[in-house]
């Protein structure tokens, strides 16, 4: 799909919205539909991954000017009083596999309460409950048109495909204003997970890889498939995570979040290798007086492939990331900011593969949602970055990446 015939396909899509959109999408009950236009405007050196690059954000300077954010379909559909199904799709214009994929399809079942004890159970393909920013239909971030570098590498090389059963203990019903909640899944198809964030670290961007979908492998390590594809069972082993919520009168809310893939860092098929992944993830969202919103997270893990005598793995690398956010709304609008740091540290064998990275990144964004049906942000993005594996490809290791996106969102 290149750029040329994208922009004319958006141009129409864009049209098309505005005569038909409205009143023949919204007809159909538990639909949301977005079209996601960009004036994307980047200053970097390097190509991005989405181009099989080592650079950091979704667009470089050879995809400039009108590109397509995404198109969005999300679907919910209530089978019975109790149980109800979602399903989200999403185009993204930038030669993936399948021109239009899933990002997230799942049952989710919420019996009747009959005590304070609320149950919540899903069953499918979602995310894991990290995110304190991504909040809009879609896991799209409430505040930006990028989530933090956190967030991104969640929308990118993280779904639970299996279930999740969540127990929360309602304060109301015992004249109580904050809830509790306890959450634990049980997981599969997701061994490759770690090797995006090995070989090319953290980034920042709004592109979330669907389940059928497909990456450029920046170094050549992939395979026959001639890209890295996330959601596989290699070893035959179950992950699981395990977390929990504390939530007043949703003004405040803190999370965390304990995640282990159980990789089996020696376990191979035909085309790729399975990876140990495992992370611990805390963070809290403040609503506070005069529309002032500010959210932290902070996560920390490791990640590593290949047999070794101790079973860790042959390559071991460490991970960790931060971001604070502070936002603010007047009325209809939001202004928001937010900064990330960031790194990798390869910690055995290094010196046969050292993919350690180390950055931070400032972003800045406006918002305007006039009325229910369209969202005009504005976005400005400067990521620093170190990272050792641009020497292979005889790059400077240092580099700085901006970009500044302009987005025009029609929610049918």
Not at 17 to 44: M, N
Request: glycine content about 8%.
């Amino acid at each position: 799909m290149n750029g040329a015939w994208l922009s004319r396909v958006a141009r129409l899509l864009a049209a098309a919205a505005c005569f038909w959109g409205s009143s023949v999408l919204a007809d159909v009950p538990g639909l949301d539909a977005e079209l996601d236009l960009r004036l994307v405007a980047a200053d970097t050196d390097l190509t991005s991954f989405t181009d099989g690059g080592l650079g950091e954000l979704r667009f470089d300077e050879d995809h400039d000017g009108l590109r397509l954010g995404r198109l969005l379909l999300a679907y919910q559909a209530h089978l019975l009083e109790t149980l109800s199904a979602e399903v989200a799709l999403s185009a993204t214009g930038d030669n993936d596999k399948n021109p239009i994929d899933v990002t997230e399809a799942f049952l989710e079942w919420r019996p009747y309460p009959r005590s304070m004890w609320r149950t919540r159970a899903r069953l499918g393909a979602f995310y894991p409950p990290v995110s304190l920013e991504n909040r809009r239909v879609g896991w799209q971030s409430l505040y930006s048109i990028s989530p933090s570098a956190l967030n991104t590498w969640v929308g990118e090389e993280i779904r639970t495909l299996g279930a999740e059963v969540e127990v929360t203990a309602a304060g109301a019903s015992k004249g109580r204003s904050f809830d509790v909640s306890a959450v634990a899944s049980v997981f599969g198809w997701n061994d490759p997970m770690g090797v995006l964030i090995f070989e090319r670290g953290w980034a920042i961007h709004d592109r979330q890889t669907a389940l059928f979908g497909r990456l450029p492998d920046p170094l050549g390590a992939g395979t026959t498939r001639h890209g890295l594809e996330l959601f596989h069972e290699i070893d035959n082993r179950a992950g699981y995570y395990v977390g929990g919520e504390f939530r007043y009168t949703d003004r405040v809310v803190l999370r965390a979040l304990h995640y282990d893939n159980r990789g089996d860092p020696a376990a191979m098929n035909e085309y790729e290798s399975a990876w140990l992944t495992r992370f611990d993830s805390v963070g809290a969202r403040i609503e506070l007086p005069a529309g002032f919103t500010v959210v932290s997270q902070w996560m920390t893990g490791d990640t590593s492939v290949g047999d070794s005598d101790d079973g860790r793995g042959f390559l071991i690398a460490d991970y960790d990331a931060a971001f604070l956010l502070v936002s603010k709304t007047f009325g209809r609008q939001r202004l928001t900011v937010r900064y990330d740091t960031f790194e990798t540290d390869t910690v055995r064998n290094e010196a046969i593969f050292d993919g350690s990275q180390d950055g931070e990144a400032w972003t800045l964004a406006y918002i305007f949602e006039p009325n229910e049906h369209w969202r005009l942000a504005a976005e400005a993005l400067r990521n620093d970055t170190t990272l050792a594996p641009r020497a292979l490809l005889g790059l400077a290791p240092q580099a700085v990446e901006r970009t500044l996106q302009l987005a025009v969102v029609y929610h049918f």
